[in-house]
């Protein structure tokens, strides 16, 4: 954990340096609305990467985060414009997000029923999800986007109360706080941990092993439908082919944030370090105006280092 | 290595890549133009991009800076908030959809930086000036010159015409289609036997159209709503040997050697439909924006098509 934060701290440093600056001659970067921009900007990838931590904790990975976000933004977007007239806004929002958390989880409990039960690897069973949901997703819609528009009905009141930045950074920010106290003072997060450090003993100890994947994978679901909820007021859309590669971007910020892909080793901090890292990268490309083909290069090259740091770290 | 190295190596790397922009103050007062666009990989995209460049380079005190949203809306709300923080003096933004870029766009208008819509709309006016062409019209051209050719094949108004669909939900789409339609509505005997979706991508519209072709054993015409999927259909329908019987029209008609209107001189393409750039019409209202503080653009400019067919295709190559 503390090697990321002294990358997060240097690649922050770094972003000051080169920050241009505003007609005033202050840097851009430390304008309060470019970095309440960043936040929002990972909110989405990061609570997803909040769940995934557990999930990688258990030596597991969820392919399908992303497939399962833009399921949830189907879903809410078909749920709010299709609320019946008469229907109270709160009432029909709280409907709509219901139904998109509902399945949501529902698809993650699933992925994790069928580690636990029938004990396929985890790579395999939400590889298959990633693919089946985003098809289910894609046959809601009949694969079109359905539009949430500006006017005063209840889709556009959603959409105008959860776009706000407070609500996203906000969101994340209890979410975070949430999954990380569970994991460190709860008896369910020692649960987690033990697994994925390993599965045999933690099975002779008679931990209840197949309850927690199967809520382990439930949660990443949930969290991935919240994110969809999210999305779908910030996009003002629902769409069947959003979240595409999402599961690849909230992997990498478990990773960055000294997540272990064997299991066993990884904190919630370190992954929001590694959010965070990934945003001020990106908005600092993106400052200098530097090509987007670039970004994804450097990109790939901090993720190497950032874990090649840690290793060496384990090591010493 | 030693991690101190690791992170001096990320460092290092970071600064180089930041530091590909040249510094320091010209002397002359340089704009900055900051274009948002949806996706460079289509080819209309990157010619809009190519003709831009150019054309503001000519102009002498503008730097352009192009970010490429790759088709993810979400990337580009991303990209127009960033810009918006640098507050460049004119913003060009060709929008990946019209829901998704509404409000980064109302809050560009809000910090009053001068704000191109280009090519698609959005669901509010968050714009100076809205720079488009009229899909509509152009979907009414390709339909009435697929009802025509089918009168000269048949003698009257009947066929089956599959459509290739671009990405659904997307302005261009719904009217390229709805204009056709349009035509096709009065004449009973014209069916559309299948509309697949190919997202405006070549590769997809090839496996689309093999789907179809084995599906339907009798094809006439073949619409894309782009010039790269009805490309992408003919390989499909060249590969399974059934070229000769159908008509492929598109739109687009982009210059160049891998534009649509090379591909109506080569006789892949029966006729594509230019539809315009737009990039012409928003250097010249931008560039006025920039040099007269007096100047304020119409709220929308609409630009007109032209058919491309066998006739008039060598004239137009050689002017674009």
Same mark, same amino acid.
């Given at each position: ?20 600056r ?18 929002r ?18 030596a ?15 879903v ?5 414009t299709?609320s ?6 709160v ?6 997000i ?19 039960? $029938?004990?396929?690897?985890? %790579?395999?069973v ?16 009949h694969n ?5 528009g ?11 109360? %959860?776009?706000?930045?407070a ?6 920010a ?6 990380? $106290?569970?994991?460190?003072r709860?008896?369910f ?6 697994i ?9 100890t ?11 994978y ?8 919240f ?25 990498a910020?478990?990773?960055?944030g ?15 370090a590694?959010?965070?890292?990934i ?20 990109k ?15 090591a010493? | ?16 890549s ?6 320091g ?23 809009q ?14 730097k ?5 949203a ?6 580009q ?30 809050q560009a ?58 990405l659904?939900?997307?302005?261009g789409?719904i ?33 689309r159209?093999?789907?179809v ?22 390989l ?11 008509l ?16 109506v001189?080569?006789g ?12 012409d ?20 400019y609409?630009?007109?098509s ?8 060598a ?6």
């Amino acid at each position: 954990l503390k090697g990321t934060l002294i990358g997060l701290a240097g690649i922050v440093l770094l972003a000051i340096l080169f920050s241009p600056r505003a007609a005033d001659g202050s840097r851009i970067f430390l304008q309060p609305g470019n970095l309440t921009d960043i936040l929002r900007q990972v909110a989405l990838i990061g609570i997803m990467a909040l769940a995934m931590t557990y999930v990688i904790l258990t030596a597991g990975i969820d392919l399908s985060v992303g497939s399962i976000m833009a399921l949830a933004t189907a879903v809410t977007a078909m749920r709010l414009t299709a609320s019946p007239a008469g229907m109270g806004h709160v009432q029909a929002m709280v409907l709509a997000i219901g139904a998109a958390l509902l399945v949501s989880a529902g698809a993650g409990a699933l992925n994790g029923a069928v580690i636990a039960f $029938v004990d396929v690897q985890p %790579f395999i069973v939400t590889l298959a999800s990633m693919i089946g949901i985003r098809g289910l997703a894609k046959w809601l819609t009949h694969n079109t986007n359905i539009d949430i528009g500006f006017g005063q009905d209840v889709a556009a009141h959603f959409a105008s109360l %959860f776009w706000q930045k407070a609500v996203v950074v906000g969101a994340f920010a209890v979410l975070a706080v949430i999954f990380g $106290v569970a994991l460190a003072r709860t008896v369910f997060g020692r649960y987690v941990r033990a697994i994925g450090d390993n599965e045999k003993a933690a099975r002779y100890t008679g931990l209840p092993i197949r309850s927690v994947k199967i809520w382990v994978y439930g949660l990443s679901g949930l969290l991935s439908g919240f994110a969809g909820v999210l999305y779908t007021a910030e996009n003002h859309q629902g769409n069947p082919n959003a979240g595409v590669a999402y599961e690849l971007d909230a992997i990498a910020a478990a990773v960055i944030g000294g997540a272990r892909l064997a299991g066993g080793k990884g904190t919630i901090a370190g992954t929001i370090a590694g959010t965070l890292m990934i945003g001020v990268v990106t908005n600092m490309l993106r400052l200098n105006n530097v090509d987007s083909n670039v970004e994804m290069m450097v990109k790939a090259v901090i993720i190497v280092l950032a874990v090649a740091a840690q290793r060496q770290r384990g090591a010493e | 290595m030693k991690r101190i190295e690791y992170t001096v190596l990320a460092a290092a790397l970071l600064a180089a890549s930041c530091g590909t922009q040249p510094g320091g103050q010209p002397s002359q007062r340089q704009y900055l133009v900051a274009f948002s666009q949806c996706n460079n990989a289509e080819p209309y995209r990157a010619a809009q991009n190519a003709l831009l460049t150019r054309l503001l380079a000519a102009a002498g005190d503008v730097k352009l800076v192009i970010a490429d949203a790759q088709q993810d809306n979400a990337r580009q709300v991303a990209q127009v908030e960033t810009f918006i923080r640098q507050k460049p003096d004119l913003l060009i933004v060709a929008p990946n959809e019209r829901a998704a870029l509404t409000a980064v766009m109302g809050q560009a208008v809000e910090a009053r930086i001068p704000t191109i819509c280009l090519e698609r709309d959005i669901l509010q006016p968050n714009y100076t000036t809205y720079i488009h062409s009229d899909n509509r019209a152009i979907g009414r051209l390709a339909g009435q010159f697929i009802a025509d050719q089918l009168i000269k094949k048949y003698g009257t108004a009947k066929g089956n015409v599959v459509q290739m669909r671009g990405l659904l939900g997307v302005e261009g789409e719904i009217n390229r289609d709805a204009g056709a339609k349009e035509v096709f509505a009065r004449y009973p005997g014209i069916h559309i036997v299948a509309e697949p979706v190919a997202d405006w991508i070549q590769a997809k519209a090839k496996d689309r159209m093999t789907e179809v072709l084995r599906a339907s054993p009798s094809i006439d015409v073949l619409y894309g709503h782009n010039d790269p999927m009805a490309v992408g259909a003919y390989l499909a329908a060249k590969e399974l040997g059934r070229d000769q019987g159908i008509l492929f029209v598109g739109v687009d008609g982009l210059g160049g050697e891998a534009g649509g209107i090379k591909k109506v001189m080569d006789g892949v393409l029966g006729a594509t439909f230019v539809y315009p750039l737009c990039v012409d019409k928003a250097a010249e209202i931008g560039l006025k924006i920039l040099h007269d503080p007096q100047f304020h653009p119409e709220k929308e400019y609409t630009l007109e098509s032209t058919m491309v067919t066998a006739a008039n295709a060598a004239d137009l190559f050689k002017k674009l």
